[in-house]
């Protein structure tokens, strides 16, 4: 089972920055989707970005603009630099991702609070 370790969440100012990292764990052989999802309290899970591995790429139009996602294939780690952040993005963020390591696996990372303050 290929578990994701996330970080970099925390609490920044309207108009700040932070990038989120999530690394899987185990022998990957493939990778072949990964994504951000954020889930705001009383909201129900959305996709904020996602990159497939021919490198197309997806936004969700609030943060189109503002975040980028990419990743260091030597690493399998996959980034989200989230930029001019507002406090409408507060929310717990998810990493995704899908690909083949001794199976095939769709795993979920265990989350990472971002708090944006006005």
């Known amino acids: 089972q290929v578990q994701l370790v996330e970080s970099g969440g925390g609490l920044v100012q309207s108009g700040g920055s932070l990038r989120l990292s999530c690394v899987p764990s185990g022998n990957i052989f493939v990778i072949n989707y990964m994504g951000w999802y954020r889930q705001a309290p009383g909201k129900q899970r959305e996709l904020v970005a996602s990159?497939?591995?021919?490198?197309?790429?997806n936004y969700a139009d609030s943060v189109k603009g503002r975040f980028t996602i990419s990743r260091d294939t030597a690493k399998n780690t996959v980034y989200l630099q989230m930029n001019s952040l507002k406090p409408e993005d507060t929310a717990v963020y998810y990493c995704?991702?899908?690909?083949?390591?001794?199976?095939?696996?769709?795993?979920w990372g265990q989350g990472t609070q971002v708090t944006v303050s006005s």
């Open positions: 995704n991702v899908m690909g083949f390591s001794r199976s095939l696996f769709n795993s």
């Open positions: 990159l497939t591995s021919s490198g197309s790429t």
